[in-house]
C-alpha cells in the first residue's frame, strides 16, 4: 500500500518522517503494539507457556524505524564500532560464518590431536529485556551522534501493547524494556562483551558460542569456567538473564574420557553428545569410537 501512495501522500510522509529525524521524538502512538498470541504446535492451549506472541505495529512507523535504523548502521560500519566476534544482522555475514570458524577449529583440532570444548548459552528472551537506559549509556559511550541517541531512545521509551483474541481487546499494559528483534541495538547492548585470551567467541546476535582446543582436557574445563565468570558478572551488570539448565557444552575428542564439568552461577552444565547451534546440530555420537562427529540441520535431518 505504502508502494501505492499517491506523489501527495508520499511528499506528506516525507515531511513527516524529516520532521521525526529532525525533532528526535518517535510518536507515541506508533509504539502501541497490537499482540496476537500463537499456540505453538502441539503445546497445550490452556497454558500461558504454550503461546508465542506476534506484536504487530503501525507500517509507518516501522518503515520510519528503518530509516532510523540505516543511519545508525552506516555510523557503526564507518567507524567500525562492532565487536568483531559478532556475526548477527551485519551485512556480507550470516549463520555460516560462526559455525565454519567453530567446525574449522574442530578439524584443525584432531589433525594436531588437541580436542575442543565448547558452551552454547541459552539467554532468557533477549532482545525483549534490553535495559533502556544501559543501552542509551552505551549509545553514548561508541559516541554515537547525540540526536540519534535522542531519536532511539524517544523510540525505544514509552511504549506499550494490548493483547487481541479475536474481536476482543485487552487494557494497554507499558513496557518498560527490550528493544526490536533483529536489529543492531542488541548487538551494541553487548558489544562490549568479554573476550578472553585463551578462548575464542561466536556471536549471532544473542547466540553465544564459547570454545576451546587443548591437548589436556583439564586445560579445556579451565580455559572454558575462567570466561564464563567474566560473563556471568557482565550478564549481571546489564541485567542478562541466562538460562543455564538450557545452555550446553560439548566435548570434541578422541579420549574415552570427559573434562572436568563447566560451572556457571553455581551449576553445572553436563557435557551433552549433541547441541543446537545457528539451526545447526553437533553430534560427537560417534566421536570415540570412530574418531568422527557430524552436523545436521535440525529441521531436515541432513
Request: contains cysteine.
Amino acid at each position: 500500500m505504502l508502494k501505492n501512495f499517491p506523489i501527495k501522500l508520499i511528499l506528506i510522509l516525507t515531511i513527516l518522517i524529516n520532521k521525526i529525524l529532525k525533532f528526535n521524538h518517535f510518536p507515541d502512538n506508533w509504539k502501541e503494539a497490537i499482540i496476537f498470541p500463537i499456540n505453538k504446535p502441539g503445546k497445550d492451549p490452556h497454558l500461558t507457556s504454550s503461546y508465542r506472541p506476534i506484536s504487530l505495529l503501525f507500517t509507518i512507523g516501522k518503515l520510519t524505524e528503518s530509516i532510523i535504523l540505516h543511519r545508525l548502521k552506516n555510523f557503526i560500519n564507518e567507524n567500525n564500532i562492532l565487536n568483531p566476534n559478532q556475526y548477527g544482522f551485519t551485512n556480507k555475514l550470516s549463520t555460516l560464518h560462526p559455525l565454519l570458524r567453530l567446525t574449522e577449529n574442530i578439524s584443525e583440532g584432531f589433525q594436531k590431536k588437541k580436542s575442543t570444548g565448547a558452551v552454547f548459552l541459552d539467554i532468557q528472551k533477549a532482545f525483549d529485556r534490553v535495559w533502556i537506559n544501559g543501552l542509551t549509556f552505551k549509545l553514548i559511550t561508541f559516541k554515537i551522534p547525540h540526536p540519534l541517541i535522542h531519536l532511539i531512545h524517544s523510540y525505544l521509551t514509552n511504549r506499550s501493547f494490548r493483547i487481541r483474541i479475536n474481536e476482543i481487546l485487552s487494557n494497554e499494559y507499558s513496557v518498560s524494556a527490550g528493544c526490536p528483534q533483529g536489529s543492531l541495538l542488541f548487538n551494541l547492548y553487548i558489544n562490549d562483551i568479554p573476550d578472553y585470551s585463551l578462548t575464542k567467541i561466536n556471536l549471532y546476535a544473542d547466540d553465544t558460542a564459547i570454545h576451546a582446543t587443548y591437548k589436556n582436557l583439564k586445560t579445556i574445563s579451565f580455559a572454558l569456567n575462567k570466561p564464563l565468570l567474566l560473563l556471568q558478572n557482565f550478564y549481571d551488570k546489564w541485567k542478562i538473564s541466562i538460562n543455564v539448565e538450557k545452555s550446553t557444552a560439548i566435548i570434541f575428542t578422541k579420549k574415552q574420557s570427559l573434562p572436568p564439568p563447566i560451572i556457571m552461577y553455581n551449576t553445572q552444565i553436563p557435557w551433552s553428545q549433541e547441541a543446537k547451534y545457528l539451526g545447526i546440530i553437533f553430534d560427537t555420537h560417534l566421536t570415540w569410537k570412530q574418531h568422527i562427529y557430524y552436523v545436521r540441520d535440525k529441521n531436515s535431518g541432513k
